[in-house]
């Protein structure tokens, strides 16, 4: 079954597709019509020069607080994020499966060094007791 478009509705879209071509043609006119400054090059070394302190100056002013609002306000945030994700999610079992590896050794070099600091601070006191001896002589 074919269905038929009334008249009313193909010159209703007749009307709006015209006054679709007719706005597209005459909007982008006005973007022309603004008139913006022409850049022209310098005619000699000392404009030159001028243009190049200009811009350095204005560099000199300006980039330190882009650069700071850059960094306090993207970067640093974004990398703080990183690091919150990565320590609620990562680092507990990063640590977990450190423990579980090097807690038994640990405690044993820990009980190790223990043992070597009681043996060795008699020695130690008895030395640093002879040398005052010597110092008051």
Do not use: C, H, Y
């Not at 404009?47 to 306090?72: D, H, N």
């Not at 974004?78 to 807690?103: G, L, P, T």
């Not at 070099?109 to 043996?119: D, I, L, Q």
């Amino acid at each position: 079954m074919i269905t038929t478009i009334s008249k009313d509705k193909v010159l209703n879209l007749n009307r709006v597709l015209i006054i679709f071509v007719i706005i597209g043609s005459i909007l982008p006119n006005f973007a022309f019509s603004q008139t913006t400054p022409e850049i022209t090059q310098p005619q000699t070394l000392e404009e030159v020069k001028e243009i190049g302190e200009k811009a350095l100056e204005k560099t000199q002013k300006e980039l330190p607080g882009i650069l700071e609002r850059i960094w306090k306000g993207e970067v640093l945030p974004f990398w703080q994020k990183m690091f919150n994700w990565f320590k609620r999610n990562i680092f507990s079992d990063i640590e977990n499966w450190f423990e579980q590896k090097f807690k038994p050794q640990a405690e044993k070099e820990f009980e190790k060094e223990k043992e070597e600091v009681k043996e060795e601070l008699p020695e130690v006191t008895k030395s640093l007791w002879e040398k005052f001896r010597e110092l008051i002589k």
